[in-house]
Each structure stands twice: as structure tokens, then as C-alpha cells.
């Protein structure tokens, strides 16, 4: 039976034993609950919402202790889907108290006359599909049980508290309150001895309220956090200004925004600033009193790199040991165990100050921590505290908590989605699950959620389980399932994001590790709000990819795949690139393509500082070749790399691999010498090798004079650069020298034949194009010369070669030549070692701080040279992105990233 017809007959039943039969049910009527049963009803589907609360507002409604607010700007924490209800409210302050944001949900309840369609006080018990009619089948613990097509759980990523996991919490005899679920009525603190446990944002939130008005207040600190003053007051004129010029625009800004506030993307990085400009630029951030300005606004590193976001953490500490006047508290209070910003940072009103208070004790539980509640009140392993009132601000079992408290959840063949998340969550878009059909999850685990701003976070969800609805009912389709294979590719794709951030060198609720036993990992999206949305929007464009359509009259359509096969950053690149409609290079003759690449190369983040870098010329065959020397900082004689560029043998100088030659010569402890060798069409084939190897030969004659070991020498190169490099090593075989110890091969071109699979696969779309390649052969060598050796030099004579680092890239036309040169030189008998980059570009690997996930590359590039010149493996500096931070207690998820 059609489900309008179902739901005509059947929606009035709501109580008794009756079903109450309706197109969807959501579960929650808070932000993302409210919002759903707009649309859905806008749209002409009959639902039902199901809250256990007996109003709505979802966390506010039972986050109400002293203290509660939001901690993003109230202009940006509010709905955005109706520019009339913008209009018909206004906020009071810049960050809104729990009871103004509670009545906001119930003026925007009342407003679409939304709680007809509610049942308060209704729990859902259980849920099952029922494949027979395609339909869920929702038990409650009040009244009627739903039937619906869809089951959309919108029930909040922080609605689960978790319990205290404290021995004698029954014991106690005095008042005992969770901030996750504080009184309706007045909770009266005066006089009383009151003991908080617990500082993350509630904890922060309250303590300063909470030791105005109690005789004292004693509070336990497992884990210091970093809190910044929130500056509360009329909302900031700046921002309304933005916002009132062009509110469409501003909104817009947010939805495509890192974290779903209308902020610039910060492109200087830490250690292109002085200190006096770092320290500026932190104080401003202060002043603002905004955590996403503070935690993306300072650098453009210091989300993703230790060092660029350890700077911003000693800052902070800075400050707290200016605001807290005992020493001792106030170390107690810093935080050390986490990078900034890989825990939820805190907003606060006078809480460092609020140490400085008589009547106020900190008690860091890392030096004694809790033993035990007892009748009259709380003992650690060195004292007693005896208290009136305990107030657990003790945090949340996150993301999955709430959706698993409906149990069982059971999907296609009964299978339970509890046992299926055993080991952590798993979805597709963090919006379904493989084997629940028509099951949706507003906000869950694997989207940007908690990460974000949730009010944007919860519109984009909704409005694209709605539409998707929409276009459901009007092709004919009933059930909706994501595939296994897009469910893998995702977990994937939230692997990769997840390497670019420092979230998973912290123990938090973001990754479970807050809940004894729960599995651990990365839960939210880390790759931002927009890059997300235009996942989801692609989803949609490429036909539903990752989905399984079925209906009753309607063939199946199944679009299987994953949608992102891409490193994430490299996804952004070429999306960027795509958007800037560049002509093709080789539409731009020889000299055109120079100078765009010259432009191009000019906007780039600046290289990292080395030691010293030094130009210079070197006789070549015709004349004198530049080159440029990239020294390390630590004391010499140091091994020499020969390096030299990519450019199709056509484009480029010894700068234009400035970033990474710079990249290289930090991480591997050795001076890179960048080659200017000569190009076509001026100096056709083989002018580039033979500039190559005369400028090798010349190096190792000459390497004590420039500071490096002398006896052998390394060569590398990128691209065509790699084909030289690789042609050099023959040559010098064949000529006597000079002696090469080893040779690195990114992405190189090895033959002249165009017909290996990657040639077709990744032909366009991806940077380096087969066209550009056509182009550069052309111009560089004619037909008759390609088979020689030294432009394709997997024609020449392969055994005898120093041993090699090939490099090639997934998504790159010259994958398999670079894998094929690898093979053979194995076959030859060469000590050979290939990196296959999943989801890479040709260019990924030397648009050094743009592509970060190509740093682990890199890693193993400066490791593989190391070894070829027999120095001992070391890390080097700016192993951005791998490296674990320093933690104070030893764990899983460090470890693995370790
Ligand atoms: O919870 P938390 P929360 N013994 O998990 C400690 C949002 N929020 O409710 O860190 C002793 O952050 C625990 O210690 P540790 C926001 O996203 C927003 O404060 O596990 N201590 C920690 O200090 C936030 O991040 C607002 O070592 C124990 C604290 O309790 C999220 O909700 C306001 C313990 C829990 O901190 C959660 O915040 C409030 C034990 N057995 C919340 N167990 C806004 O402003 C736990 N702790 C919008």
C-alpha cells in the first residue's frame, strides 16, 4: 500500500495498542528533531516525533545547570533554513544562556506549530525493520507503537550521560547532581560544601557560578584543559555587521565553511611569523573570546602540525600562569597531555580566576586520585573531603551513546546494530548503515557534527535526507541502503582526514576514550563542513553512489563504489583547480606555460627554513648551468643529493622545487643540490640528461668544496627530473662514474609508450594530463630518439644500478611506467623499494604544505636516502601531521599513530 494511503488511514491512531503508522519517524525534538518535522511536514510526508522529555529543546532542555550556554556565537548557533524566522528573533548576547536558547527552540516549536506532532515523554524501547513490508516498527515505552517507511534517529551527538564510574556514588548521603541532567526546580548551593568532579566545558561552565554561591567549593581535575575567555556581552558588532550587509552571502560563507562559521582560511604558517606577530596574532584571538576563531585563525598549521600547534598551547599556558596567583594551582591546572584542540577546548567566564577564590580547593587527581565516595563525601588516596553536594560534570557517552540507547536496534535479518558497532562505529556519511535500511542518523558519527558548528551540521543533514526522500517518492523508489564497499571507502576516507589533524593524539570523547570499553577511534568527520557537504552533494550528482535503491514497480539501482578515492587535501586542490578554469599548459606554447608556471609557483606557501641556501653556477657543456644548494642546519660534512626537477623536460628552474627540495633537505640531514639544467624547446633530447650528468660528475668532484661528503653522491628528481636522475645513474654506470650511492624516483617517466592503463585511467582530472604529457614528448624528443636509454631508460640495461626509492602515485598517467621501472630494476637484481601513494596526484608529493597527507611519503623518501648514504634512521623536523604529541599516559590510538 502506498505510505500516503497508509498514513491517511492510519496517523490519528496514537494510543492504545494501535500502531501509529506514518511515512517517518524521528526520535528527538531538539535542533535537528524541530528542524526535521518542519521540512518533513513542509514537504508532505506524515511523521511522528518521539521525545523522552516532556518539552522540547533536546540538550537544552536537560543541560540546565549554572553556567550553561552555547560556546558559538549566537548569530551563528541558530537556524538559518528561514530568513522570516531570523528576522522574528533576537538574541540578547553574543553567546545565549540555556534558558534563552531553550525558549528560542520554543518559539521556533510554536512558530511552525510543530508539537502536534510530538510525543512527549515517549521513549523509543526498541526498533526492527520488517523486510516484509519494508517498513520499521518502533516500540515505545508510552503509548502506541509507529510503523514508519523511514526512521531518522535525530538524537543529539552529547544526550547520553555517562555514568561517574566511581566506587560509593550510592553511598553518599548529601544532594547529588549530573550537569547532563540538572533540576527543573532551584537548586539552592548557598552555605553548602559542594564538590565538583569533572573539567571539560560544563565543568568550566559552572565551577565559577557554582563558588559564588557555595560556603566552599572543592573541584576535581583529572585532565586540565584549555579554556578561553568567552567576553560575553552584546554580540560582537563586526560580526552583525558582516552579517546584516549580506545575510544570504554570510550564511552561504558558513555552509562551505572548516567548521560551519563564516571564517577565512588561514594560509601563513607559525613559522613564517616572528614571535612578536605569533603573539599578536594569539592576543587578538583572546580578545575575540571565539574558539573557532582561536582554533583557526592564528596559523595555518596549527590544526595540523605539533609544532605550529604547540606554540599556540604554550601561549595559553602563559596566560593561565598570569591569571592563576599560586604557582602550584596554577600548574595544576595547565594542560600538557594534548595537543590544543585535539580535546574540545572550552569557552569560560572567570575560570582560571575563580582558583584565586578562598573558598575554592583544586584537587588534581593526578596526584591523588579518587578512591571512593563515602556517606558524608569524597576520599582520594591521600585525603577526605567531606561535602554536602556532589556535582558530576562527568561528560557523555558521545556520538553513539544516545542512538545505541535504543535497544535493540535490528536491521536487515535481525541483525542488531549494537553488535554491529562492537568495535566503533561504522557508516556511510556518518548518515546510514550498511544492512539498516531507511534508518538515517542526523549528525552521527562520521560527519563533521561535533566538529562544526551543529545547527549548519544539522540543516545540511536534513535538508539532504529530505530531498533524498523527496526524490525517493517521485522516482517510485521505497528503500534506501548504503553499499558495503562506499561504507569501507568511507571508513577509509575518515582514516585519511583523520591523519591531518591532532584529534587522534588525544584521549577524549571524540574518540571514545572517555567511556571504559567503548572502541576507540576518531568518531566525527575531520575534513571540514564544506568539503563534506560537497561529498554529500557528489553522492547525489554521480547517482547515488554507495547506494542500493529498491521499490515495487522500479528496477533496482545500485551505483556501487566509494565516493572518495582521493586523499582528502588532494580532493581540495583539484577541486580548487577546477574552479580556477585554467587553460591547458600545452594551449599555452613554451614560453606562456613558463611564465604561468612562474606565477603559479610565486603564490605558494614559502619552503621551510634550512641552514643556509646558497646559488651558484657550475660549468656545464656549452656554458655555465645554475643551481641552487639547500644546506641542512646541523654541522657538516653532510651527503650530497643531485637533485632535479620536474617540468616535462620543458618548464621549471632550479627553483621551482623549492618547497620541496627545502621539505627533503630537513627531513633527511643532507644538502640538495637543484639542478638548472637546460630544456627543450631550446635544447632538445638529450640536452637534459647530459646537462644531468655533467653536473652530477662536477658535484661529486667537488663535494668537499661544497660542504658535503665526498666519494659518492645521491641523485633524486620529480617527474622528468626523475627520468633524468634515472638516466644519470646509467650513464654513470656506463662511464665510469661518478659513484652514485643511491637514486630517488618520484613519479618518473621511464618510456615512451602511452599505452599502460594509467595513461588511460587517469588522463584527465588529475593535474598532469596525458595531453601535457603528449606535448612535453614532442617537444623534448622526436619520435625516432624515444627508445634511447637516456629519455627511456626502461629500454637501457638495468643490472648494476644503485639501489632505489620508486615513487609513484594512484592517480597519476605515469603510475605503471614508475611501477614497471621498479620491477624491472628488482628483476635486474637491483635493491629496489617502491611507495605506491593511494589517492596521490603526480604533484602530491612536492606541493609540500598544501598536500600534507604527503608527508608520510616524504617521511619514507628522507628515510630511504638515509639509508642509501649509511646514516642511521632519524626523525626530522617537520613531520607534520605524524608525529605523535607528547602524552602523559600511554594509549591506543597515540600508539597506532605512533
Ligand atoms: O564533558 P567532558 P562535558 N573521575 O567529557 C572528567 C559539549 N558542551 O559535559 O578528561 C574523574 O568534556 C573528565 O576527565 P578526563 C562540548 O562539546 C558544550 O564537560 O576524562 N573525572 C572531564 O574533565 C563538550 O566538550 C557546552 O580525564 C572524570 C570531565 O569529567 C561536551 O559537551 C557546554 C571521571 C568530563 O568532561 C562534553 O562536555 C557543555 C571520573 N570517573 C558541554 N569521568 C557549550 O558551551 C569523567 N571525568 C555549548
Request: aromatic share 10%; glycine share 10%.
Amino acid at each position: 500500500m502506498p505510505d500516503a494511503m497508509v498514513a491517511a488511514s492510519n496517523s490519528q491512531a496514537t494510543s492504545g495498542g494501535t500502531t501509529h503508522q506514518v511515512d517517518v519517524a524521528v526520535v528527538g525534538a531538539g535542533f535537528a528533531g524541530l528542524y526535521l518535522l518542519q521540512r518533513l511536514r513542509k514537504d508532505g510526508f506524515t511523521t511522528v516525533a518521539l521525545e523522552e522529555a516532556d518539552d522540547v529543546g533536546g540538550t537544552w532542555y536537560w543541560n540546565r545547570y549554572p553556567g550553561a550556554r552555547c560556546d558559538i556565537q549566537t548569530i551563528d548557533y541558530c537556524y538559518t533554513f528561514d530568513p522570516e524566522l531570523e528576522s522574528a528573533w533576537k538574541w540578547s548576547e553574543k553567546y545565549a544562556t540555556q534558558p534563552e536558547i531553550l525558549r528560542y527552540l520554543g518559539f521556533v516549536a510554536d512558530r511552525y506549530d510543530l508539537r502536534r506532532d510530538i510525543r512527549f515523554c515517549t521513549k523509543v524501547t526498541a526498533a526492527r525493520w520488517d523486510q516484509a513490508t519494508e517498513r520499521w516498527l518502533l516500540t515505545t515505552d508510552n503509548g502506541a507503537a509507529v510503523s514508519c517507511r523511514y526512521y531518522i534517529m535525530a538524537t543529539g551527538c552529547l544526550s547520553s550521560p555517562k555514568p561517574p564510574e566511581i566506587d560509593g556514588v550510592k553511598d553518599f548521603k548529601g544532594e547529588v547532581y549530573f550537569t547532563g541532567r540538572w533540576p527543573h526546580e532551584e537548586v539552592k548551593l548557598a552555605g553548602k560544601r559542594v564538590a565538583v568532579i569533572g573539567s571539560g566545558s560544563s565543568g568550566i561552565q559552572s565551577i565559577p557560578l557554582i563558588a559564588e554561591q557555595a560556603a566552599h567549593l572543592t573541584v576535581f581535575q583529572r585532565t586540565p584543559n584549555f579554556a578561553l575567555p568567552a567576553h560575553n556581552g552584546a554580540a560582537t558588532a563586526d560580526r552583525v555587521a558582516l552579517l546584516e550587509g549580506d545575510r544570504a552571502g554570510y550564511r552561504e560563507q558558513a555552509r562551505w565553511s572548516g567548521a560551519g562559521v563564516p571564517l577565512p582560511k588561514q594560509t601563513v604558517c607559525s613559522w613564517q611569523l616572528s614571535d612578536p606577530e605569533r603573539r599578536e596574532r594569539f592576543e587578538n584571538a583572546w580578545a575575540i573570546g571565539d574558539l573557532i576563531f582561536m582554533s583557526s585563525q592564528l596559523w595555518a598549521d596549527q590544526r595540523v602540525d605539533v609544532d605550529g600547534d604547540a606554540l599556540v598551547a604554550e601561549l595559553f599556558r602563559e596566560k593561565i600562569r598570569t591569571i592563576v596567583k599560586d604557582p602550584g594551582i596554577a600548574a595544576s591546572l595547565i594542560p600538557y597531555d594534548h595537543p590544543f584542540g585535539a580535546k574540545r577546548p572550552c569557552l569560560d567566564t572567570n575560570y582560571y580566576a575563580t582558583f584565586n577564590r578562598p573558598n575554592v580547593t583544586l584537587v588534581n587527581l593526578r596526584q591523588e586520585p579518587i578512591k571512593s565516595i563515602m556517606a558524608s563525601g569524597i576520599k582520594t588516596d591521600k585525603r577526605t573531603f567531606d561535602v554536602d553536594v556532589i556535582v558530576f560534570a562527568t561528560g557523555f557517552d558521545a556520538m553513539t551513546g544516545a542512538i545505541m540507547a535504543v535497544h535493540p536496534i535490528k536491521g536487515r535479518g535481525g541483525k542488531s546494530l549494537s553488535d554491529i558497532w562492537a568495535n566503533g562505529p561504522q557508516t556511510y556519511l556518518g548518515l546510514t548503515v550498511t544492512g539498516f535500511p531507511n534508518l538515517f542518523m542526523i549528525t552521527g558519527p562520521g560527519s563533521p557534527s561535533v566538529l562544526s558548528n551543529m545547527v549548519v551540521s544539522i540543516e545540511q543533514h536534513v535538508d539532504w535526507v529530505v530531498d533524498r526522500l523527496i526524490a525517493m517518492r517521485e522516482t517510485g523508489f521505497t528503500t534506501l541502503e548504503a553499499t558495503e564497499t562506499a561504507q569501507h571507502g568511507w571508513a577509509r576516507h575518515m582514516a585519511d582526514c583523520s591523519t591531518l589533524t591532532l584529534h587522534r593524539l588525544a584521549n577524549t570523547w571524540y574518540t571514545g576514550a572517555n567511556v571504559p570499553g567503548k572502541a576507540q577511534g576518531v568518531m566525527p568527520y575531520t575534513g571540514g563542513v564544506g568539503p563534506y557537504r560537497s561529498i554529500c552533494n557528489e553522492v547525489v550528482s554521480r547517482g547515488m553512489v554507495g547506494f542500493r535503491l529498491t521499490g515495487p514497480n522500479i528496477a533496482e539501482q545500485c551505483n556501487d563504489g566509494e565516493v572518495v578515492r582521493l586523499q582528502p587535501d588532494v580532493r581540495l586542490v583539484l577541486n580548487m583547480l577546477e574552479e580556477m578554469k585554467l587553460a591547458p599548459i600545452e594551449s599555452l606554447g613554451a614560453q606562456g606555460a613558463r611564465d604561468f608556471v612562474a606565477e603559479f609557483n610565486a603564490d605558494r606557501p614559502a619552503g621551510r627554513p634550512v641552514g643556509e641556501v646558497v646559488d651558484g653556477t657550475l660549468p656545464g657543456t656549452d656554458g655555465p648551468l645554475p643551481y641552487r644548494l639547500y644546506r641542512p642546519a646541523t654541522p657538516g660534512p653532510h651527503p650530497i643529493v643531485v637533485y632535479f626537477h620536474g617540468g616535462g623536460w620543458v618548464l621549471g628552474d632550479q627553483q621551482s622545487d623549492d618547497p620541496y627540495c627545502r621539505d627533503m633537505c630537513r627531513r633527511s640531514g643532507m644538502i640538495f643540490v637543484s639542478i638548472g639544467y637546460r630544456h627543450a624547446p631550446e635544447h632538445r633530447f638529450p640536452t637534459a640528461a647530459e646537462d644531468g650528468y655533467v653536473a652530477t660528475r662536477w658535484i661529486s668532484e667537488h663535494a668537499g668544496e661544497l660542504g658535503g661528503q665526498p666519494g659518492s653522491v645521491l641523485v633524486a628528481g620529480w617527474s622528468a627530473g626523475g627520468n633524468i636522475a634515472a638516466v644519470i645513474c646509467q650513464l654513470a654506470r656506463d662511464r665510469g662514474g661518478p659513484h652514485i650511492a643511491g637514486q630517488l624516483l618520484v613519479c618518473p617517466i621511464t618510456d615512451c609508450t602511452f599505452d599502460r592503463p594509467s595513461y588511460n585511467d587517469n588522463a584527465t582530472g588529475y593535474f598532469l594530463t596525458r595531453s601535457l604529457m603528449y606535448w612535453f614528448w614532442d617537444i623534448y624528443c622526436s619520435p625516432a630518439d624515444r627508445i634511447d636509454p637516456r629519455v627511456s631508460p626502461l629500454r637501457g640495461k638495468l643490472a648494476g644500478l644503485p639501489q632505489a626509492f620508486v615513487v609513484t602515485c594512484e592517480f597519476d598517467p605515469l603510475r605503471d611506467e614508475g611501477i614497471a621501472y621498479g620491477d624491472a630494476l628488482a628483476a635486474a637484481g637491483v635493491p629496489v623499494e617502491q611507495l605506491k601513494a593511494r589517492g596521490h596526484i603526480h604533484s602530491s608529493f612536492t606541493m609540500v604544505d598544501v598536500v600534507i597527507t604527503g608527508v608520510s611519503g616524504r617521511v619514507q623518501m628522507a628515510e630511504a636516502l638515509r639509508r642509501f648514504a649509511g646514516l642511521p634512521p632519524e626523525r626530522k623536523q617537520g613531520d607534520e601531521g605524524v608525529r605523535p604529541a607528547r602524552t602523559a599516559t600511554p594509549h591506543k590510538i597515540a600508539a597506532a599513530a605512533e
